[in-house]
C-alpha cells in the first residue's frame, strides 16, 4: 500500500479522498473502501499505475446506485491474502440516488486539499469546508424537499465534515459555489444534528446546475420517474439474490467474464478447508461460488454408502452360489445407475460452473473431473467383475461423461500436495499408504498433461497455504481479463 500511494504522488496524478475521511483507517485494514476523487487528465496515468499492482475492475450492479458514468470499482492486492478496494471517480455527479447524472465538480474544483498520513502512508485528503461543500450540494440534490425547508437532520455525511470545521463563531460558516461564471453563497449554521441554510440561494443554486446540464422541469420529471425505478428494481433484486453469493446485488462482478478455480488434492490436503478460506475473502466484495464436484458431501454420501454396501453383498452372494440371483443384480444394477447418476451430477456443475464464469462470477471448486484412470481422485467408476448388458452400458455412458468434462479445463487448477504422514494425522484411517501413493501417482500424470497446474505446499500453517492460494488465485483473475 505504502508504494502504491507514493508511485501515485511521485508520477504527480491528481487524486484525494473526498468523502468518508473518518474511514480511511478501516480502508487501509481493508475494511472499507476510499472514496477517491481523480483528476480526469490523470485517468489514463492512473489506470496504468493500478495495473503494474496488478489491480483489477469489477462491475456493480446495473441498477445499483454507484453504477454511473465516470465511477468505477478497482481492487488492488495486499499481502496477507487480502484487497483494497478504490471507489474512483472522474466527477462528483449529484442528483437522486439512484439517477446521479449531472456533473458538479471536479478536481481541480476543490479549493484544497490536505496531506495527511495514516500508518506513515500520505494520503491527500479533501478540507474539512470543502468536503461540507460535496455533502451539502449532494445533500440538495437527494432530497429535493429540503427547498421547502430551512434546516435538515445532519446524517453520517454531513455530520462528519461539519464536526472537522473551526470557525470563528463555532458554528456558522459560508458554502461557496462557482457555477460557470455564476458564484454562490449559502449561509449554514449547525445547531446540534440539524443544520440551517439559506433556502433561496439554496434553490438558485440548485437551478443553475440542473440549467447548466441541460435539465428542464420534463427531464426532471423523467429523472424522477428513472429513480423510482431504478430504486424498486434494485431493491427487488436485492431481496431475491439476497441468499446467493453468486448474483448478491450487492457484489461486484468480473468483466468480460469470471474465472473458474479449481483445487485438487489428496484426502488431509485441505481443499475443503482452504475452498471455504478463499471464499471468504473474495466473497466480501465480489460474487463467489463454491461448488462441490465429489460425491461425498450431506445425504449424497449416504445414500453412497447403502448403495456400496448392498453392491458388495451382492457380489459376494454372486460369488459364493456361483450365480447372480434377482435380487443380486437388481442392486448391482442400481449401484452402476447410482454411478452415472454422480457422472451425470457432475456433468451438470462443470456446466453450471461455465454459466457462472460467462456472468462474471469466481467460481471455486472443491475438486475437478478426470478421466485418466477409474476409481480415484473422482474419475469414472471401475467396470465390476461379469458386469451385465446394463452394467456395460451405463459404464460406457459414464466414461463418456468424464471424458467431456475432462475435456473442460478450469482457468486455474492448484493441486495441494503433502505427504503421507500429514494425510494420516489430519484424517487417521481415511486412506492407506498405498492408496495415498497411487493418488499421487495419478496427480503426478494430470500435471504432465497439464503444465500450467499450480502446485501448493499445503503441509505449512493453514494461513500460509491461504495466502499462496489467494495470490494464485488473485493472478489467474488479472490475467483473464
Known amino acids: 500500500m505504502r508504494k502504491l500511494f507514493g508511485e501515485i504522488a511521485a508520477r504527480n496524478i491528481g487524486f484525494g479522498v473526498y468523502k468518508n475521511t473518518a474511514q480511511i483507517p478501516q480502508a487501509m485494514q481493508a475494511l472499507a473502501d476510499f472514496d477517491l476523487l481523480i483528476d480526469p487528465s490523470d485517468y489514463g496515468p492512473f489506470v496504468e499505475l493500478l495495473e503494474e499492482f496488478s489491480a483489477i475492475r469489477a462491475l456493480p450492479h446495473p441498477l445499483y446506485d454507484n453504477a454511473m458514468e465516470g465511477r468505477e470499482d478497482w481492487f488492488v492486492p495486499l499481502q496477507h491474502a487480502n484487497y483494497l478496494h ?52 449532494r445533500a ?21 465534515p461539519f464536526s472537522r470545521i473551526t470557525t470563528a463563531d463555532g458554528n456558522s460558516l459560508c458554502l461557496e459555489y462557482l457555477v460557470g461564471k455564476d458564484r454562490f453563497q449559502i449561509a449554514v449554521r449547525r445547531d446540534g444534528n440539524t443544520l440551517h441554510y439559506d433556502r433561496a440561494q439554496t434553490k438558485r443554486l440548485r437551478s443553475r446546475i440542473l440549467r447548466s446540464a441541460g435539465a428542464d422541469l420534463s427531464v426532471q420529471a423523467a429523472d424522477q420517474t428513472i429513480h423510482s425505478l431504478r430504486r424498486f428494481g434494485f431493491a427487488l433484486a436485492s431481496r431475491l439474490t439476497a441468499q446467493s453469493s453468486a448474483a448478491d446485488a ?44 465429489g460425491s461425498n458431501d450431506g445425504g449424497w454420501m449416504r445414500v453412497r454408502h447403502r448403495f456400496r454396501r448392498s453392491g458388495a453383498k451382492s457380489v459376494s452372494e454372486s460369488n459364493s452360489t456361483g450365480r447372480s440371483s434377482v435380487k443380486s443384480r437388481l442392486k448391482l444394477w442400481g449401484r452402476s445407475a447410482w454411478r452415472m447418476t454422480i457422472a451425470i451430477r457432475r456433468w451438470l456443475n462443470v456446466h453450471y460452473a461455465q454459466f457462472l464464469r460467462n456472468r462474471g ?111 494464485a488465485v488473485w493472478k489467474a483473475i488479472f490475467d483473464a481479463r
Open 140 to 160: 440538495i440534490f437527494r432530497s429535493p424537499s429540503l427547498l421547502m425547508g430551512r434546516s435538515i437532520a445532519m446524517g453520517k455525511e454531513l455530520a462528519e
Open 250 to 293: 450487492y457484489k461486484r462482478r468480473l468483466a468480460p467474464q469470471g474465472v473458474i478455480v479449481t483445487l485438487m488434492g489428496v484426502d488431509g490436503s485441505g481443499k475443503s478447508t482452504q475452498t471455504a478460506k478463499l471464499a471468504e475473502v473474495l466473497g466480501r466484495k465480489f460474487r463467489v461460488r463454491i461448488l462441490y464436484l
Open 361 to 471: 462470477v469466481i467460481v471455486i471448486c472443491d475438486r475437478w473431473p478426470q478421466s485418466l484412470e477409474a476409481g480415484y481422485l473422482d474419475g469414472p467408476s471401475k467396470l465390476p467383475a461379469r458386469p451385465s448388458w446394463f452394467v456395460r452400458l451405463t459404464h460406457a455412458f459414464e466414461l463418456d461423461l468424464h471424458r467431456r468434462m475432462a475435456a473442460i479445463q478450469p482457468d486455474l487448477t492448484i493441486h495441494l500436495l503433502i505427504d503421507f504422514a500429514t494425510s494420516h494425522a489430519r484424517k487417521p484411517g481415511d486412506i492407506d499408504e498405498g492408496d495415498f501413493e497411487r493418488r499421487n501417482a495419478l496427480m503426478t500424470r494430470m500435471r504432465t498433461a497439464n503444465l500450467n497446474i499450480v502446485l501448493i505446499d499445503a503441509r505449512s500453517e493453514p494461513h500460509s497455504v491461504a495466502t499462496a492460494i489467494f495470490t
Open 86 to 137: 478504490l471507489d474512483v471517480a472522474k466527477a462528483i455527479f449529484v442528483g437522486k440516488r439512484f439517477r446521479k447524472r449531472f456533473p458538479a465538480l471536479l478536481y481541480s474544483d476543490v479549493g484544497q486539499w490536505e496531506e495527511r498520513k495514516f500508518g506513515g502512508i500520505s494520503f491527500q485528503v479533501v478540507s474539512a469546508r470543502d468536503q461540507a461543500k460535496i455533502a451539502f450540494l
